[in-house]
C-alpha cells in the first residue's frame, strides 16, 4: 500500500527513495548525453536536425539542466511504456502461435550470452517483433499539421495549416498492401523476398527514430 504521506512532494523530498530517484534520473540524463555525443546518433541530413535530442543538446543555452533532464526522462517514460507494451502483445501473439514460438525457441536455444552482434543474427526472431508491431503498432495514430500550400494529388489540394490524420493501425491492416490475411499473424511476410516494397508502409513508430534512440541505448546500457 502507497504511503499517502509522499504524495506531498515536501515530504517525498525528505526520503531515501527520493533521493535515489534523483540520482537516476542524473545518471540516466548523463549517461543518454555521453551516448549521443559520441556519435552513436547520425544525423541523414548534416543541415537539419532531424530528432528533438539533437535540438536539446545543441541548444542547451535556451535550456536550463532540470528542463533538458525534464524532457529526456519524458521521452524515457514514453519509450518506457511503449516498449512494455509491445514486448506484451509480442508474448501473446507467441502464446497464440505455437509452431511459430517453437521456431523462435529453435533459433534462441543456443543463445548462451547476449552480444549485440548474436542477436542481430536472430533473423526469424526479428521477423516476428516486426509482425508483431506490424498488428499492433506502438503508435497506432498520429496528426501532422502542413507547414505550406502542396497538391497531394490533382484531385486534392492542401492548403497551410491543414491537419492531416494517419490511421497507422489500419494502414497495417490494409490488404490491398498486405495481402489477403493482412489480419493474420505471419513473421514470414517480412522475410526480404516477402516484403518487396511494403517496407514504406510499416511505420510501427510513426516513422519517428525518438523511441528507438532509447531502445538502442537501453539495449546497449543492459550490454555491458
Known amino acids: 500500500m502507497k504511503n499517502p504521506f509522499l504524495l506531498s512532494d515536501r515530504m517525498f523530498h525528505l526520503t ?17 548525453l555521453d551516448f549521443i555525443s559520441a556519435g552513436n546518433l547520425n544525423e541523414t541530413d548534416g543541415t537539419k536536425e532531424n530528432i528533438f535530442l539533437h535540438k536539446l543538446i545543441r ?8 528542463q533538458m533532464k525534464d524532457h529526456v526522462l519524458a521521452i524515457g517514460a514514453a519509450a ?25 525457441y529453435e533459433e534462441i536455444k543456443d543463445l548462451k550470452t547476449f552480444e549485440l552482434e548474436k542477436l542481430e543474427n536472430l533473423k526469424y526472431l526479428s521477423f516476428v517483433i516486426k509482425e508483431s508491431l506490424r498488428l499492433v503498432p506502438g503508435v497506432h495514430g498520429i496528426a501532422r499539421q502542413t507547414m505550406s500550400d502542396f497538391d497531394l494529388s490533382p484531385e486534392c489540394k492542401l492548403t497551410k495549416g491543414t491537419v492531416i490524420l494517419l490511421n497507422i493501425f489500419k494502414l497495417h491492416r490494409r490488404i490491398d498492401l498486405w495481402g ?3 489480419e493474420n499473424f505471419n513473421p514470414d ?6 516484403l518487396g516494397n511494403k517496407q514504406q508502409f510499416y511505420i510501427p513508430f510513426s516513422g519517428e527514430q525518438i523511441f528507438l534512440i532509447f531502445f538502442t541505448f537501453l539495449h546497449m546500457k543492459n550490454l555491458e
Open 180 to 182: 489477403e490475411d493482412a
Open 16 to 32: 531515501k527513495s527520493f533521493k535515489q530517484d534523483n540520482k537516476n534520473r542524473n545518471s540516466i540524463f548523463q549517461s543518454l
Open 189 to 194: 511476410r517480412f522475410k526480404p523476398e516477402n
Open 80 to 104: 518506457f511504456d511503449a516498449l512494455a507494451t509491445s514486448a506484451a502483445y509480442c508474448v501473446l501473439f507467441l502464446a497464440m502461435e505455437k509452431k511459430i514460438q517453437d521456431k523462435v
Open 59 to 66: 541548444r542547451q543555452d535556451s535550456f536550463t539542466i532540470e
